[in-house]
């Protein structure tokens, strides 16, 4: 197995023969890869014969190690994590009161009330049900007649501006 400069082998794969050379790292069949990548298993040998020329390998074992090996210091961490500090878990915020109460205390300020939106009971009356309410039977009615009176008035809009197009053509 005969490598070329790691630099320019990875700089001279296509983005879809890094994708086929990934998946053959991970010990994948080619008709694998074509399932996964949704393209046919033919696809998949020509991107994996032009990744071996690139690599300058012959076999798809070798093509395997080959960019395994080019993509390795891709993979390591670039410091070390034991040297992170290990953050406390503060609580900034802690409840007063029942659970779903909404009153909750921030560590750094006053109180706040927040009522959950599902808590807030809904109307069960409609619109008209509350002018009957508050006004009566008669302004009900008297709202339901200008309704129907300012549907009728879109509608006869309406028909007017159709029938003068249909008069323009």
Not at 46 to 55: C, E, Y
Not at 70 to 80: K, R, S, Y
Not at 137 to 144: C, D, G, N, T, V
Request: proline share 5%; charged share 20%; with cysteine.
């Amino acid at each position: 197995m005969h490598l070329v400069e790691p630099g320019r082998a990875l700089e001279r794969l296509s983005d879809k023969q890094r994708e086929v050379l990934d998946m053959i790292v991970e010990r994948r069949t080619s008709k694998e890869i074509a399932r996964t990548l949704g393209i046919s298993a033919s696809a998949v040998e020509q991107r994996l014969q032009a990744a071996r020329k690139v690599l300058n390998v012959s076999s798809r074992d070798d093509a395997a190690r080959a960019y395994a090996h080019l993509i390795a210091p891709c993979n390591q961490l670039t410091g070390d994590p034991s040297q992170l500090p290990v953050m406390p878990f503060v609580n900034h915020l802690s409840s007063t009161g029942e659970p779903g109460a909404g009153d909750y205390t921030l560590a750094d300020s006053g109180q706040i009330h927040w009522d959950a939106p599902w808590s807030t009971p809904l109307p069960t009356q409609s619109s008209l049900e509350r002018l009957d309410e508050q006004y009566g039977l008669w302004w009900r009615i008297a709202a339901i007649i200008g309704l129907c009176l300012a549907t009728a008035l879109v509608v006869l809009v309406g028909l007017a501006v159709a029938a003068a197009i249909d008069r323009l053509m």
